[in-house]
């Protein structure tokens, strides 16, 4: 068995994950916002990756999971505190449930219809939340925040205004720090280092499992379920403790979702929701550790800046070309940014998936691969 | 099999480094803020367009960009200044807000509240937008207007029709200049009434979500007011295309007119299905069966063809209006891209110049000082007539058009007649009318 340095590779991590706002600055992703959205996806990569990458059950559920941890945690917000403690803990315990529930039932059946059935059940909840469970969840509109909510445990607000998300008083939305760094204007704030403080513990739990017994065993349900039934060890527990752990890391990155912005709307249950994550692992790397946060990244971002370049923005970048070849260039770019951005990213997808079957972690390794050799060569 | 351990000093001098990361720039916070969240400094201003770039709601979405681009253009100066130059208030002068050049930056709401508040608030945390607008349905306004009320940024509702936006959800620092479903049962009931007579039954088709809902009870308690009797309100999934399961009962209910409390998709796809049931040739209780869509768009009578002929509905604005403004509109939108305006591009359109217009009587973009010179605001001259932006719930009362398929268009634009001009006294109601539910205004946030 290789040996894993995993502790450099958790301090790497780290590292990356707390200059994240120095590190992002020259790709434009460095505001709050989406630097959150990279840790708290991420989470729900990895937690994913812990299913889908140990075991090779394919759910497409779990987009359930986030929508219950958000709706948990907004409840929360609403009923006891604004402290995001108790959101945190109930949105991760009802995931846990939630999860326990449909896993009994879909765990039933392996490949392809435990696949249907997790879509199934996630379509029924999203459709429960749309309108059947509309005082629960106040459908369309999504739950929100309310002037007049009880908020049994904290302070009476300032009157008319919204008390926002803390953490014991750190508002989760506050910018601390907002120094300037070789022309660009960083912002630090305290939501992003709490959702990359549950990043890195998430990244130390996948570590750990991974390594242990445990995620041996289920490694080995992946490789050959059958062998395994055969030698009188029942997989059915195993299978569904991952399915648990890593509805409960979903349920983990909805509750965090919702204290950096206090909404829970129905469409975080939809199918796409939990097909999305399914494409961040395999994009990143199923199986690998760092691959699921790599492909969380890569399609938040696409999400998010490539899908805001308008026609304006490329003329600006290619203004100093003469006017028609200016024009030229962008009448073939305009299609693949902007609302074209879904064209980009299914292209790239398709690349990875033919050329590097091991997603983005695989292709960094074989040109890793590709330096070792020539240095080898040379000495 | 593992060397990774943590042991209990490890961690103890991890946390402490980390402690000591975290607490440090806490010294070090800078406070560089005009008082107001994203406030301009150089010589432009940024404000966010966040529209349906894709999902059900793109045709309407393309057309409020087209809108908001135009009025960029005319607040800088540029082109012929459309409706600046029949509005009443005459503090725009075509050098762009307060002296400053409007620039803009563009989202993709794609219909859904998530996806366009990620995308308002990349708008203000990475752009410095200091006003956002757009939405083209009301559960995206409804959270987007609730995002920039906590980051402290005005929010200008674009097509929102549901009573929640500016009742149950309102919020100090969002406004709305579009009308809502109450007004539409209020402009709809009389016109009906004198049209279809006042002992119809009438039977509801409703898309199962809060727009749907609100549209169906503003519409049944104003047409029982003048006599009609509800013979049923059946729910329909919003992502329902295939109606004719729905369709299909109706005609043994007993009712003489179908109401399709439907939007966008979902109504080309209703009126269609009933129009080929046959359900307009039929004679119930010896009346002709009618149907009638609550609200309509030109865009959606565009997608259900002939089937809109001679079915009402109500509408915010049509560009067949003759005043001075709709005129003044419609030429520099037809000369600029070939076609005349949507009600999409009309509401958004005098949103901005709207808000460019408070800022100028402000002398500040601060989101206080436009609250409150928008609130209260009387205006004319932006194609609606006399027009009051009421200060208890950010909501504009105005003319509403009651508008009919009509029989021969002309062209695929001109397929709706505007049968009466409701007077604004009637489509009226009071702040805490019961069905706005208890919403509360709250106070106006800067922000910071």
Not at chain 2, 287 to 292: H, L
Request: glycine share 12%; aromatic share 12%; with cysteine.
């Amino acid at each position: 068995m290789a040996k894993h340095n995993d502790k450099l590779v958790l301090l790497i991590f780290s590292i990356i994950v707390l200059l994240a706002p120095l590190l992002l600055a020259p790709t434009g992703a460095a505001y709050p916002d989406l630097m959150q959205r990279f840790a708290i996806y991420g989470i729900f990569a990895i937690g994913f990756n812990i299913l889908f990458g140990l075991t090779g059950y394919l759910s497409f559920g779990h987009a359930a999971f986030l929508g219950v941890g958000s709706y948990s945690a907004v409840w929360m917000f609403k009923l006891l505190s604004m402290n995001i403690i108790p959101g945190l803990i109930l949105a991760v315990a009802m995931a846990g449930l939630f999860s326990l529930l449909i896993g009994y039932v879909s765990l039933r059946r392996s490949g392809i219809y435990f696949s249907i059935l997790t879509l199934a059940f996630a379509q029924m909840s999203y459709n429960l939340a749309y309108s059947v469970l509309t005082p629960l969840t106040n459908g369309e509109t999504g739950l929100q925040l309310r002037l007049d909510d009880p908020r049994i445990l904290d302070a009476a607000p300032v009157e008319g205004v919204l008390p926002s998300t803390n953490l014991f008083g750190l508002e989760m939305r506050e910018v601390f720090w907002n120094p300037t760094f070789m022309g660009y204007e960083l912002q630090f704030n305290y939501g992003f280092y709490v959702s990359a403080f549950f990043l890195i513990l998430s990244f130390y739990i996948a570590i750990r499992i991974f390594r242990s017994p445990f995620g041996m065993m289920l490694r080995a349900i992946k490789t050959n379920q059958t062998r395994l039934n055969y030698t009188g060890i029942s997989s059915r527990p195993y299978t569904l403790a991952a399915f648990v752990i890593s509805g409960m890391f979903a349920g983990l990155a909805g509750g965090l979702l919702a204290t950096m912005d206090p909404l829970a709307g129905a469409e975080r249950m939809q199918w796409t929701v939990g097909g999305e994550v399914v494409l961040m692992v395999v994009l990143g790397g199923m199986g690998t550790l760092t691959g699921p946060v790599l492909g969380a990244v890569f399609i938040k971002y696409f999400e998010n800046i490539f899908s805001k370049i308008n026609a304006v923005v490329l003329h600006g970048w290619f203004s100093f070309m003469p006017t028609w070849l200016e024009n030229f260039i962008v009448m073939i770019i305009y299609p693949f940014v902007g609302k074209g951005w879904h064209l980009t990213l299914g292209a790239l997808f398709m690349l990875v998936v033919i050329f590097l079957p091991g997603g983005l972690v695989d292709g960094a390794k074989r040109i890793g691969g590709l330096f070792r050799r020539k240095t080898k060569q040379e000495a | 099999m593992s060397n990774f351990q943590m042991n209990r000093r490890g961690l103890l001098k991890t946390g402490a480094v980390m402690g000591a990361g975290m607490a440090m720039p806490t010294i070090l916070t800078a406070g560089s803020h005009g008082g107001y969240v994203n406030a301009p400094t150089g010589s432009t201003v940024t404000l966010g367009f966040n529209v349906p770039q894709s999902g059900p709601y793109a045709d309407e979405g393309a057309d409020e960009l087209r809108a908001y681009l135009l009025a960029v253009k005319h607040l800088n100066g540029e082109g012929d200044g459309g409706m600046m130059n029949t509005f009443s208030s005459k503090e725009l002068k075509g050098n762009g807000i307060l002296g400053r050049e409007v620039v803009y930056v563009t989202g993709d709401t794609q219909t859904k509240s998530d996806a366009a508040r990620a995308s308002a608030q990349s708008m203000i945390q990475k752009d410095g937008a200091v006003m956002i607008t757009g939405g083209s349905s009301s559960g995206v306004a409804v959270a987007v207007q609730a995002l920039c009320q906590e980051a402290g940024i005005i929010f200008m509702a674009g097509l929102t029709h549901s009573n929640d936006t500016t009742g149950k959800d309102k919020k100090a620092n969002g406004f709305r200049h579009f009308f809502n479903s109450y007004m539409s049962g209020a402009a709809l009931a009389p016109v009906l009434e004198n049209a279809y007579g006042n002992d119809r039954v009438a039977y509801h088709l409703t898309a199962d979500y809060n727009w749907g809902w609100t549209t169906q009870e503003s519409v049944q308690a104003a047409t029982e007011a003048k006599g009609w009797t509800t013979v049923a309100n059946v729910l329909t999934p919003l992502t329902a295309t295939d109606f004719s399961s729905y369709i299909a009962p109706v005609l043994n209910s007993g009712a003489d007119v179908l109401v399709l409390n439907h939007y966008g998709g979902n109504m080309i796809n209703s009126l269609t299905s009933a129009v080929q049931f046959g359900l307009r040739d039929k004679l119930v209780n010896d009346k002709n069966f009618e149907i009638v869509v609550p609200l309509y768009s030109r865009l959606m009578a565009r997608g259900a063809g002939a089937n809109v002929k001679g079915i009402y509905g109500s509408t915010n604005w049509h560009w067949s209006l003759q005043d001075d403004g709709s005129k003044a509109f419609v030429k520099s939108f037809g000369e600029e891209y070939g076609f005349p305006p949507s009600q999409a591009a009309h509401t958004v359109y005098c949103q901005t110049l709207l808000y460019a217009d408070a800022c100028e009587r402000a002398g500040t973009h601060n989101p206080c000082g436009v609250v409150e010179a928008l609130e209260g605001f009387d205006f004319d001259g932006l194609g609606n007539g006399p027009t009051h932006y009421r200060a208890g719930d950010h909501q504009c009362f105005k003319d509403v058009l009651v508008v009919r398929g009509k029989e021969n268009p002309t062209s695929e634009f001109d397929l709706l007649e505007i049968v009466e001009v409701t007077p604004r006294a009637q489509v009226e109601y009071p702040v805490d009318h019961p069905m706005m539910g208890d919403g509360n205004l709250g106070t106006c946030n800067p922000g910071t």
